[in-house]
């Protein structure tokens, strides 16, 4: 390509001068090509090490002028042809011009305008970039694309110089992050080491440092691991790693493939070597970290961040931290952990100004909120910039109706109240209606009793922990913008007040914001939800009742309406989670003390933020919580967590933990303490109190003998953790039964069991539980995938006669098909191929090119340039439901037929794939003229055929003899049809007409060129395909010799000789052709087989009908088989097909008997593990070849 000129001061190093002119130079790289000795292995290592631009592009042109040293690289090449073009362009455009100037520098200059003004008119009719990525890292792309075989949408993130430990000998090289593989190529005096690992493959990702690797990168897959070391920066490239293994996570479990931000903003300076797709992931990560620090929505985006401090008038000083901006939201967190931490909401905002900087305030902003709280920053950087950018996110920000006021005790939804309705009571044709009462207040304050006077210390208790949150509120705000403390945390510790749980659990959880700034959404969803019938629906109905039975607000029909409500609605607007057994326990629980609208939120805000992925199909986040519960244990209580894994009870016991919050396993007073921390602090609380629980019964765990003793210790310890201090009449639990009568267990205070756990394991950090979600979510999915391996094997293996090891391995390469389609483009999106709701065996499914690409790779039948129809053909057959997929169940039964199918199996096999619907229309139109003729017959041959040819037709004709409406025997002989085994016989198949005949004939050819018995096959062939041309004239002539009676006088024996056995089939043959030789004498049998043994002639045109040619393909010396008379207007005639010649499966498979060429190649059994290893490898050759010793990159482009 044409390269802005670039001065080159040394000419002849490294490069090898091939053509020159007075002008210009064409060169090559030393050691591409052929030869090169020593040199040429030192320059190739040369350009891997020091990732040299002449890897990519050998071949220059350079610029030189008579008397100048100074030489200009106007062009590059990756092949001869590509600078050999540039090359005659500039002898043909520039010779004879250059020759007219005299002063060398004019000539220069001429050239370099020359070749500016082409680059800028490539530039401005090719396509637009569609991000700026610098040159070298194009460069790089272009390079991996070539090195590794990889397509055009395969895109680069970034690339870093690394070695590769292949044994004990480091290979220094450069590693390549591509969204979808992890790429290795070296290139060391002459031995080149390639690798290409699917991020989709990986199972265990991790940075360690030990004697043998020096601060190495391990990546493991199921069978192998692989080292990576001296990195110039290993924490980036392990980031990255990790952000790039769990998008290909995410594309296994929900099947989403990567999408570039398009929205994704300029770079404030050029970027050296960053290439777009790498600043989206970066922004990715930033943006990820901003939503959980400060619990907002999924499409919140960061747009900066700085430096500043905030003024806290509780304290009376400055707080030093960070501002972020986003689009809805400015936020602050301050440096120290805990001290402070802000979140204003931009809807709330009223005044953003500038006050007057000094020396004790450099550079103040104070900005105001509608609820009069007004917050100061300073020591804010580029001060103006920042309230710019501000400024225009305002302006963009929608006027929502403001959030809680800073002096509501009570809250309510933005709509305005109703009057209040009986019990129960709905206004017509609707569903939802904010004036329910479990709309207007939480089920707890509907249904609360009397407190006996015994309680009455605890009401005072109560009222002491309200007024200590109402003092709270007057010095640090109320609502969305108060400023977050360790004083908050310490009150939340304490026990949030019943009045006022609600409330904080909407404000903690980011719940607030998000109902906040969607009105009436919950009210339009359960509207366009309820009353519709799905499988979440079903299970949600199953389990209303099983919802806290204890509990007196869920005894009734208003407490159920309301949970049946919440689920539904949410199961309507996530139908990828819809229902999951242990939502309906959490929902209840805050229906207890939220309205239904703010539960609904909440429940939102638990599924698909703080605690993403519990509640799918398969509670992977759940699994991968239970991973992290024991990788924690094994950390902080080794002992015991050796003899917990000998009795495997972590793994029993901990689900139901995370699922239900200890809801379910907790008294429900001590629970809900742990759900107010769990509001405020994440999933660290759940972790840290499962810990505390397992430290406080460790000698008797250590001292249990089964898994049963141990759950009931840990279930009897977990039924007496009691809150002395609520205020609520005691609520029985189920897990009571466990406590013995006579020794019942002491009393285990919830306030001290939160209190030792934040002694004891209070250090746990968010950003480390995260970093062990990441290990274990690996370890997780790729488990599940190998779950989903096991159980389509299990299903498949008594209807296929593979092994176990045979159908693994073809699972694995479908799968892989299949995920390559997610990310390499395809005809259908990913949704539509991946269902979860389906078996396992149904889920994953692949189109027609995938299929064609398997098939190559995998059939025993090789028809060289023939084999994308034919695999065509066949998937069309498997494709049962057309539409345009087919599963691996379909992929299997195609493959079993052609390796473990006897051979009558095989040609009935061969037969279809030559017979509609594998036959499509614009292979064999003529075919569905002979196919409609046939139907179109009244003779019951013709309604047989018609039958199993198409159901369409069939149905029509149906109605044209039948005028009467059909009676109920009709349909239950129908309805048993259908019902039957699919198992056909061969009298089932429909005939097969002319030119389906020449195509097969020709499918067969093709199948024969390669294989060791080439001439015994061909001859084979050309006889049956002789004799199979007279059956179907013979056919013909008992067709239409002598109107309907012959019709009738000749169906007769033939319907006779097609219901016996072989010998009756036989005969049917030497009847044919004994009627065949009284008509017309054939072409005589020595002259096929002087066409079948010609080597020069390998294609069935020699020897089939011309039918299946056009006119003027047909040679003088063509000969013609099967045609009837000889003279020059029969040979025009047999130019089309015949639409009267037929023939059965009966005769196909009785004239292939008689060859026994053919009874051999049919009834070889072939080795499938063998083309399983080439399609394994067929990667690695593409590679080898790609980057042969030559360092040709030719052969891959072309």
Known sequence: MWITPEEVLLANALWVSERANPYFILQRRKGHGRGGGITGLLVGTLDVVLDSSARVAPYRILHQTGESQIFWNIACGSSRKE????????????????????????????????????????????????????????????????????????????????????????????????VNHLCFYSFLLGKEVSLVVQWTDVTQLDKNATLVFPESIRVSTRGTEHFFSMFLNINETFKLMEQLATIAMRQLLDNESFSADRFLPKPCKTLKNVSALKRDLDARAKNERYRALFRLTQDERLDGHTDCTLWTPFTKMHVVGQMFVSNNYICFASREEDLCQLIIPLREVTIVEKADSSSVLPSPLSISTKNKMTFLFANLKDRDFLVQRISDFLQRTPDRPCGLNAQSENPSPSTPPSPELGHGEMPQNQHYSPSLPTAKQGLLRIYQQDVPEELGPKVTREKMKEESWNIHFFEYGRGVCMYRTSKTRELVLNGIPESLRGELWLLFSGAQNEMNTHPGYYGSLVEQAMGKCTLATEEIERDLHRSMPEHHAFQNEMGIAALRRVLTAYAYRNPGIGYCQAMNIVTSVLLLYCTEEQAFWLLVALCERMLPDYYNTRVVGALVDQGVFEELTHECLPLLYERMQELGVISTISLSWFLTLFLSVMPFDSAVLLVDCFFYEGIKVIFQVSLAVLHANMDQLLSCSDEGEAMTILGRYLDNVVNKQTVSPPIPHLHALLTSGNNPPPEIDAFELIKASYEKFGSLRADVIEQMRFKQRLKVIQSLEDTAKRSVVRAIMTDSAFTIEELEELYVLFKAKHIMSCYWGSSSTAAERHDPSLPYLEQYRIDCGQFVQLFSALAPWSCGLHTHTLSSRLFRLLDQNKDSLINFKEFVTGLSGMYHGDMTEKLKLL?????????????????????????????????????????????????????????????????????????????DLPRMNQEQFIEMCKTLYNMFSEDPMEQELYHGIATVASLLLRIGEVGKKFSNNGGKKPEADALQPDREDSSGEGGSGQSLVSKALAEAQLETPPPTASGSDEEAKDDTSVSSYSVVSAGSLQCEDIADDTVLIGCVGGDGADRRRGSAPDADWSITFEQVLASFLTETSLVDYFEKKHDIQSKIKACKSLRAVERQISTSSDLDFSLTTQ
């Open 83 to 178: 600078i050999t073009e540039h090359w005659e362009w500039l002898e043909a455009n520039l010779l004879q011009t250059l020759s007219i100037f005299d002063n060398d520098d004019d000539i220069t200059t001429f050239v370099k305008g020359k070749i500016q003004g082409i680059i800028a008119e490539e530039n401005k009719s090719g396509k637009p970039q569609e991000d700026e990525d610098p040159g070298k890292f194009r460069e790089a792309e272009l390079k991996m694309r070539k090195l590794f075989g990889m397509p055009e949408e395969e895109k680069l993130v970034n690339y870093y110089p690394c070695s590769y430990w292949k044994g004990r000998v480091p290979r220094q090289g450069w590693i390549y992050l591509s």
């Open 911 to 987: 037969y279809k794939l030559h017979m509609p619907p594998a036959l499509c229309p614009e292979e064999a139109e003529s075919a569905l003229e002979a196919t409609q003729f046939f139907t179109d017959d009244d003779t019951p041959q013709g309604e047989d055929l018609k039958e199993a040819g198409d159901a369409s037709t069939s149905g029509d004709t149906d109605d044209r003899k039948e005028e009467k409406p059909k009676d109920y025997k009709y349909y239950l002989r129908m309805w048993a049809k259908e019902n039957e085994p699919k198992k056909e016989s061969i009298k």
